[in-house]
């Protein structure tokens, strides 16, 4: 068994045997629901079912119903999408490289993490459906043998890569979630008492029994699993921003996108995964297992990913200069003093100013600080992607159809709407999932455990 | 010809496990299998787990996600129907790779993942529907059961449950069963 | 014996159950009738009120499932027997003439299975080349509003019983008067003649917009009332005095051709144009030297201009800009002598005297200005109408026949005439419309569609043009020279009235047999021949008077110049919504008129000058004498200080007349707004009669009126909101004529005014022995990858578009969207950036400010790209039609995931509408933005239920068979016209030849009456396009961008006059 220093801050507070785990994560499930969670998931399936009520009044009328024209063919639909994709980027990352590394503290969040990430990319899966003018036809998008004969898809696109990406990262990280749910469920089953609560997990839980050769089988297939997630995650937001990047438009055709939307990309999911988290330790009382020491964890993430961000950023800028190209210079130039500057500053302020606060350690270790912070950098991380489609778009090489871009309340509708959705999952998740990865927490209790580090330091201390 | 037993040995404490383990293999004991509600590390050495191949496997369906995808693009984008689309040449593969490694490599991991995750699920036998075979449903919470078989054994069950009672354990249940 | 068996085939006619009896009865039993079932409307209709969740919530999910059902009903009736000169598919073209009352071309009418649906010039054996306002006439034809039989007293009656009244209308005692516009008939004027001999009625000319200060001076001076026929082909030097020969005034489809000619830089000799006006016109913003003055100025204009020519008169007060380009207007007029010519637009006595003085002096006379004793244009006398008024207002009118015109819409004083009209005591019109006249009118006589009745037309002395029918007449409507004759109790068909002018002697039996009339048909005209007729002399008066009129002019604070659009002219086709959404080649708005002012002028009065989708316009109060309206004000480069003008020919159907369902404005649901009373709201406000009658004449300017800001706005759409190319000059290339032929010789790529764009590369191109900033490399050179074949292999189609000859006219505009059926999307829709056509016209203003000046005058980058937005207060002007370049190595290709937009062997950039899903990825990665995109399904969306033609049932049939209507949701844009190409190469397949250069051409370069738009095949080294791409004019636009396009343009040549 792994020994860790003892110094080392714990991981896990409190003296918690195994069987106090599974009370902590099992408990609630059995329990009835508490109030808080039926005000949020009321609250969030009424915006959810505002959401699709746009949703389909967009597709029985026309795209019309959003703001875009024939200057600007993407904009809320787009910064949306990418939106949602970066934000799914933190589960996978948490979960598949923080393993790599051996990341103890990751146990505690990665289950929340993933599952946060695979709803996060099905709503960023709902804008590329419905941004499409004919969504009836959406599946031409993949290479079917069909009546027409010879008549495939184009694999010079990078639309069509995005199908690839996102379809394959959405499945892998769905079954790499799968897997590390299936002993949980199991340890779920065997608790429940009602018949059919038992048969339900029973049902998902595929019959685990927990043998010696399954775990072993488990952790290889997590390992390699999580070997594999790695560069997934980072191909498939560089592949999003080569949307971007392969096209002609000034302020799209960067060739620093691809690690610049990753770093972006991990950025807003862990803001993401520290808003959703404070609020889950405390309605499911997980203060001793998600605390301080994740938190800032996390926030150490926030500042490197966000200063990478930053740096990105000044370096557009100074590319744009620097080029000589006129056309790349406006696009630069418009963007900071145009008629969308305002969307510019606020991106700046949000993702490049703020993050910095958490290089004071009262911040960084204070949640009500980060909870705040944690938004504030999704609000900005909204902004850069509508700053990078719509600024690029509105004015580009031919100033006779420099155009705007107004949203109109179908824009709003359906962007409220997946939050909506989004948290609804989460909710449900919440309630009735494992939110814990069980069986990995407790291979670290006593490695970890805040009370087993004082029997070792005192056995030490003995000597 | 006398009934054949098993022996359900459980522990309340991975450590002591691992002991009673290294005491049994020391005396000669085949342990059958363990269960445990999370992998205990070292044990598979004990009771003579061997390595499993599942990332080998991996491999070899990413090679042929690999080989598919390529096949596929090279037929659709060149040999099938050529196109000429934004001028970009579709004379022969190497000509078009770049444009083809993204989907080359996205379609590799989702080969690679899921083939090897269904391998697992199905070597495992853990699969929808299947009913669980852990003798104690404490051993998903915080138990740790021995499985040992009389078959398995020179020794008979008496000698067994001795050699057993010789560890730490917490319970002990002998059931009867017919091969 | 016999075998009796009975077979039946079911229980129910064993027993003959009545159910059974009543099927067995009907062999045919009758289902749903086809139509029945396409009539219901809510098979197209996707409608749902916004703000109610719950409506639109139920209603999506059908609309939804509905939306997936695309499959067209295609209803096809077989012809029981086929005229033999139609083939399904195959066009037929008929010679044919347009004259409207102020335009007058022939033109050649392409028919499609008998319905017309085209119109264009015929340049093979007729004058004049169509504009905007001829090739989208076809529309009107099959307008559902117009009138579908006589009237009589607003009843719906028989010709028969018309007939009777009319002629029993025409007994009554006072005047019988026929009030016509110019009549170039020579048909109807036979049929007035009878008229005049049977029922003692007399003819009254008036024409919408009046020349007769034109034709007045012209009597004074040389005694023949005509509007003189100005050759431009000929004149070195035009100055145009306000007329916008261009666009609007005069004979302006012949003159454009004709001037266009004098315009080559390659003819090594350049006509040079000054303008004088107060708003920016059409030919103002084609000048190449422009001036801005006030409309009370221009009288002293004109003054100085002939004192500096010929030293007459006494000098004049002008402001000594004016007076620099008066100075240096006048020596190039003196230069050219009889090869100058002087135009003025003024409706102005005076002025026009005093210009008429400069041309004699110039001894243009017989050179560029030629006076035949008639025919003439522009005939209307105004005094004798306003006689008419008074006339009908003391009751002395028995009689009123109205044909032509819409006095009721445009008289000086409407009001008046129609005081007047409730006491004639009988009036017919013979509007094709229940317009402002003839809904006042006691009967109508509707006339037939030009297309669709013979008529003969003169303008010319020495040739009849001929107008033949194109289609059976869809209403039962009549010739008013048939109607005429009817009432002068003379009846003769049409057909019959009209051989029988040209040959007394015809009968019917000799329909075929004239071989002289046949090929006249054919031709579209008769030659005739006429004596020789005098030339004109001098017996004017003197001019004292006039000079001393226009020195004492005084301006208000305030003047104002009513002009006409290029588009709507003087509103007869209010209700043609092609016209309506065509935008203003120099505002760029569509379906509105407005208050142009100078920037200055509307900042003094903090009215809002940047007019965006949510930045509405200021309306500003108007007022002259007791008349006021209001009107949102539009911010004009090159407008006078002091000065505002509006556009005439809007505010039509003021009184909920039947006049077309476009002419109203809508909401943005779709329906028709209406006012507190519940009448439909016109398009605009008519601004006929705002200006003062000046001894007898119509003036079309107002030396004082105010303006004053009333604190509301009023959404304007406009196609473009930026009007500068922020010296981007990879966009638009300009140069003048002598740096031009500086640089003449020179081959293409080499000129300083047209530099092939290069690209720096890390290797030592130029040789100068180090890599630094001078080593470039064309951008045309860099290639990345291994090339698709384009030259020599087969076709490959190609355009040039000369910006020198482009005029900014906007009949291509219009041509394209008949011939592609681009859908009109409304104002609104327009406002919010989404306009559909496929061909624009980019208006580009020259700014006075740019880097290099920024640097100088030490202001910043940031602020210099602001001020360069800002067009100068006298802006020189491009205008650059804009459609899909075709790029060989196009961006939006590429980026399509399924392969809907690809690269045709004939270098054409394909759209593949029904494999189109609608990513719109290829309209963001398009760097000219020409990709069009259905928004919503326009052929059955309330929105545009009252404007698009798709939805109207009559009105679809303009559309062309030829070319698909494009299903919401997937991308459309500009296709070279595909169906004309693939056409041509079948008519050349089929004869077994090659294909012939010009055999296929695109309706842009068809339709453009300079012929700046040349098209064809670039593989064809005999092809004049090919011919083209070695012009050391040529470049193509953003070059730079590596993306090769197909199409060509040529850098635009001003003949500046040296400062």
């Known amino acids: 068994m792994q020994q860790e220093a003892a110094i080392r801050e714990p991981l896990i507070l409190g003296n918690k045997s195994y069987k106090d785990i599974t009370d902590d994560v099992v408990g609630p499930i059995q329990g009835k629901a508490p109030l808080g969670w039926k005000i949020m998931i009321t609250i969030s399936s009424v915006i959810a079912f505002y959401g699709v009520g746009c949703i389909l009044y967009l597709i029985g009328t026309g795209i019309g119903v959003w703001g875009l024209n024939k200057t600007v063919g993407w904009a809320w639909d787009i910064t949306n999408f990418v939106w949602w994709v970066g934000i799914g980027h933190a589960g996978t990352l948490i979960s598949a490289v923080l393993l790599l590394f051996r990341q103890k503290w990751r146990m505690a969040i990665n289950r929340s993490a993933e599952a946060m990430t695979i709803f996060a990319v099905i709503m960023a899966a709902v804008f590329p459906g419905i941004h499409m003018g004919r969504i009836w036809v959406s599946y031409w998008v993949l290479p079917l043998p069909n009546q027409f004969g010879s008549l495939w898809v184009n694999f010079n696109s990078p ?198 606060l958490f290089w004071f350690k009262k911040i960084r270790r204070s949640l009500v600080a980060t909870f705040a912070l944690s938004i504030v950098v999704n609000i900005g991380m909204w902004f850069e992607r509508y700053v990078i489609i719509v600024t690029s778009l509105h004015r580009d090489f031919d100033p006779s159809s420099w155009g705007e871009f107004h949203a109109t309340s179908i824009d709003v509708g359906v962007f409220v709407g997946t939050l909506g959705i989004f948290f609804t999952l989460f909710l449900l998740f919440a309630r009735f999932f494992p939110v814990l990865a069980l069986n990995e927490l407790k291979t670290i209790l006593k490695s970890s455990g805040e009370e087993h580090k004082r029997i070792q330091s005192d056995g030490k201390s003995n000597h | 010809m006398e009934s054949k037993k098993v022996l359900h040995v459980m522990y309340d404490d991975d450590g002591k496990l691992l002991e009673a383990a290294k005491q049994l293999v020391a005396k000669g004991i085949q342990v059958k299998d363990v269960y445990s509600p999370f992998p205990v590390h070292g044990i598979d050495p004990i009771i003579g787990v061997k390595r499993t191949r599942l990332a080998i496997a991996s491999f070899m369906y990413a090679m042929t996600g690999t080989s598919l995808a390529l096949f596929g693009m090279w037929y659709f984008m060149i040999q099938d129907w050529p196109m000429n689309i934004g001028g970009k040449p579709s004379f022969s593969l190497i000509q078009n790779l770049p444009a083809f490694v993204p989907v080359t490599f996205e379609f590799s991991v989702l080969c690679g993942a899921h083939g090897m995750a269904l391998t697992y699920l199905l070597r495992n036998g853990t699969l929808p529907g299947m009913p669980a075979s852990n003798p104690d449903p404490r051993t998903t919470d915080d138990k740790f059961v021995m499985e040992i078989l009389t078959e398995e054994n020179e020794l008979d069950a008496a000698a067994l449950e001795a050699a057993v009672n010789d560890t730490d354990l917490l319970e002990l249940s002998i059931k009867e069963y017919t091969a | 014996m016999a075998d009796n068996k009975i077979y039946w085939s079911g229980l129910e006619e064993l027993d003959r159950t009545p159910e059974f009896e009543r099927i067995e009865s009907q062999e045919f039993p009758a289902e749903r009738p086809a139509d029945e079932f396409l009539a219901d409307d809510r098979l197209q209709r996707a409608n749902t009120g916004r703000r109610d969740f719950l409506k639109f919530m139920g209603f999506s999910v059908t609309a939804a499932t509905l939306a997936a059902c695309e499959t067209p009903v295609v209803k096809s009736i077989p012809y029981t027997n086929k005229p033999e000169e139609i083939t399904p598919g195959v066009a037929n073209y008929y010679a044919s003439t347009f004259y409207d009352g102020h335009d007058f071309v022939n033109v050649l009418v392409k028919t499609r299975e008998g319905r017309p649906i085209f119109v264009k010039s015929n340049t093979e054996t007729g004058f004049g080349r169509v504009n905007a306002r001829v090739n989208a006439s076809v529309l009107g034809l099959y307008d559902s509003a117009r009138l579908q039989a006589p009237h009589l007293n607003g009843e719906a009656t028989t010709w028969p019983s018309l007939d009777a009244a009319v002629s029993k209308g025409l007994t009554g005692s006072g005047r019988r008067v026929l009030l016509t516009g110019t009549v170039m008939s020579p048909s109807m004027k036979r049929a007035i003649s009878a008229l005049e001999a049977s029922a003692g009625v007399e003819h009254v000319q008036c024409d919408a917009v009046s020349y007769s200060a034109t034709t007045e001076a012209m009597r004074a001076d040389y005694g023949r009332r005509v509007f003189p026929s100005y050759q431009f082909g000929k004149a070195e030097t035009v100055v145009s005095l306000n007329a916008d020969f261009l666009g609007t005034w005069g004979d302006n489809v012949w003159y454009t051709a004709e001037w266009a000619k004098t315009r080559r830089p390659e003819d090594g000799a350049m006509s040079r144009l000054h303008a004088f006006e107060s708003g920016m016109s059409l030919t103002g913003s084609n000048a190449d030297s422009r001036t801005r003055v006030k409309p009370s100025e221009q009288g002293r204009v004109a003054a100085a201009l002939l004192r500096e020519i010929s030293g007459q008169g006494a000098a004049v007060v002008l402001d000594e800009t004016v007076m620099a380009s008066v100075k240096a207007a006048a020596a190039d007029l003196k230069k050219s002598g009889a090869k100058g010519l002087v135009v003025a637009g003024d409706n102005d006595l005076a002025t026009q005297r005093i210009v008429s003085a400069i041309n004699r002096a110039l001894d243009a006379v017989g050179t560029t200005i030629e006076l035949h004793e008639n025919p003439s244009l522009h005939q209307g006398d105004d005094k004798a109408f306003a006689q008419l008024v008074s006339d009908m207002n003391a009751g002395k009118v028995a009689a009123l026949l109205v044909d032509g015109i819409n006095p009721s819409y445009h008289a000086a004083d409407a009001a008046a005439f129609n005081a007047g009209l409730e006491k004639v005591g009988f009036s017919v019109s013979t509007a094709l419309f229940a317009d402002e006249t003839a809904s006042r009118c006691t009967a109508m006589a509707p006339a037939h569609h030009w297309l669709e009745g013979w008529n003969d037309l003169q303008i010319d002395p020495n040739r009849i043009d001929l107008v033949q029918p194109a289609i059976q007449p869809l209403y039962d409507t009549r010739q008013p020279a048939e109607s005429l004759m009817a009432w002068a109790g003379q009846p003769a068909d049409g057909y019959t009235l009209l051989r029988q002018t040209h040959s007394a002697a015809y009968t019917a039996d000799a329909m075929y047999t004239d071989q002289n009339w046949n090929t006249g048909v054919h031709n579209g005209f008769l030659a005739v021949t006429v004596p020789e007729e005098t030339p004109a002399v001098y017996t004017g008066a003197d001019l004292g008077g006039a000079l001393r ?226 080593d470039k490399k064309a951008a045309g050179e860099f290639d990345m990858w291994h090339e698709h074949a384009v030259d020599g292999v087969g076709h490959r189609w190609g355009m040039a578009i000369d910006l020198t000859s482009c005029i900014g006219c906007s009949a291509c505009v219009t041509a394209c969207h008949i011939e592609n059926n681009v859908p009109v999307v409304g104002k609104d829709e327009v406002r919010r950036h989404r306009d559909m056509h496929w061909m624009r016209i980019d208006r580009f203003y020259a700014s006075d400010w740019n880097m290099e000046r920024g640097e100088a005058e030490g202001v910043g980058v940031i602020s210099t790209y602001g001020k360069m937005e800002e067009p100068g207060a006298n802006p020189q002007t491009v205008h650059m039609p804009m459609m899909c370049q075709h790029c060989n190595h196009a961006p939006c290709e590429t980026v399509c995931p399924v392969a809907a937009t690809t690269h045709s062997n004939e270098g054409v950039n394909q759209m593949t509408y029904n494999r189109c899903i609608g990513t719109r990825y290829c309209a963001n990665n398009c760097p000219f933005k020409v990709r069009r995109f259905n928004w919503f399904h326009y052929p059955g969306y309330d929105k545009f239920q009252n404007f698009n033609p798709a939805q109207d049932a009559i009105q679809r049939m303009v559309l062309n068979p030829d070319v698909v209507v494009r299903s919401r949701g997937v991308m459309e844009k500009c296709s070279l016209c595909v169906q004309r190409t693939q056409g041509a190469k079948l008519e050349a397949k089929k004869a077994g030849t090659p294909l012939e250069d010009g055999s296929a051409i695109t309706a842009c370069a068809e339709a453009c009456p300079t012929n700046a738009i040349t098209f064809g095949d670039l593989n064809d080294n005999a092809s004049e396009v090919r011919a083209t791409y070695d012009n050391n004019r040529t470049y193509h636009a953003l070059e730079e961008v590596g993306i090769q396009p197909n199409v060509a343009y040529l850098t635009k040549v001003r003949n500046t006059p040296k400062a």
């Open chain 1, 159 to 356: 639309l069509l890569w995005d199908v690839f990406a996102i379809s394959t990262y959405f499945s892998v990280s769905l079954v790499f979630w799968y897997i590390g749910l299936i002993p949980d469920f199991a340890t779920i089953r065997d608790r429940m008492t009602k018949p059919l609560q038992k048969k339900i997990y029973g049902f998902l839980s595929f019959g685990w029994s927990g043998r010696a050769k399954h775990w072993t089988r488990f952790e290889e297939v997590s390992l390699v699993l999580a070997g594999i997630a790695t560069p997934l995650v980072f191909s498939v937001h560089s592949i999003v921003s080569m949307d971007f990047a392969t096209s002609v438009i000034p302020g799209w055709h960067t060739t620093i996108f691809p690690p610049y939307f990753v770093s972006g990309a991990v950025f807003s999911g862990f803001a993401m995964v520290q808003t959703l988290l404070l609020i889950m330790r405390k309605t499911m009382n997980l203060e001793n297992y998600i605390h301080t020491k994740h938190v800032e964890y996390m926030n150490i993430v926030i500042i490197v990913t966000g200063s990478i961000v930053g740096v990105a950023y000044l370096t557009e800028l100074f590319i744009s200069w620097y080029s000589g190209v006129e056309y790349e210079s406006y696009a630069f130039i418009n963007r900071f003093s145009g008629p969308y500057s305002m969307s510019y500053w606020i991106m700046m302020t949000c993702n490049v100013v703020s993050p910095q």
């Open chain 3, 549 to 774: 009129d226009v020195a004492a002019r005084k301006g208000g604070t305030f003047e104002l110049d009513v002009y006409r659009k290029v588009a709507i002219g003087d509103g007869q086709q209010a209700g043609n919504p092609m016209l309506q959404e065509t935008p203003d080649p120099i505002t760029k708005t569509t379906w509105d008129n407005y208050v142009t002012m100078a920037r200055v002028d509307m900042e003094a009065m903090g009215l809002n000058t940047y007019i965006a989708q949510e930045e509405p316009a200021s309306v500003v109060k108007v007022t002259v004498g007791a008349k006021a309206l209001e009107l949102p004000a539009f911010p004009q480069p090159g407008q006078t200080p002091g000065t505002v003008g509006i556009a005439l020919g809007y505010g039509r159907g003021g009184g909920n007349e039947a006049i077309g369902k476009a002419a109203y404005q809508v909401g943005e649901g779709g329906d028709h707004l209406a006012d507190a009373e519940g009448n439909l709201v016109p398009i605009g406000k008519n601004v006929f009669g705002l200006a003062p009658v000046v001894d007898g004449v119509p003036s079309r300017a107002v030396y004082d009126v105010s303006i004053e800001a009333t604190g509301e706005t009023y959404p304007l759409a406009c196609t473009q909101i930026q009007h500068t190319y922020m010296g981007r000059d990879s966009v638009v290339k300009e140069t003048s004529f002598d740096d031009y032929l500086a640089e003449a010789g020179v081959k293409r790529g080499d000129a300083s005014w047209n530099k092939t764009i290069g690209l720096n590369v890390h290797d030592d191109i130029n040789g100068d022995g180090e890599i630094n900033a001078l």
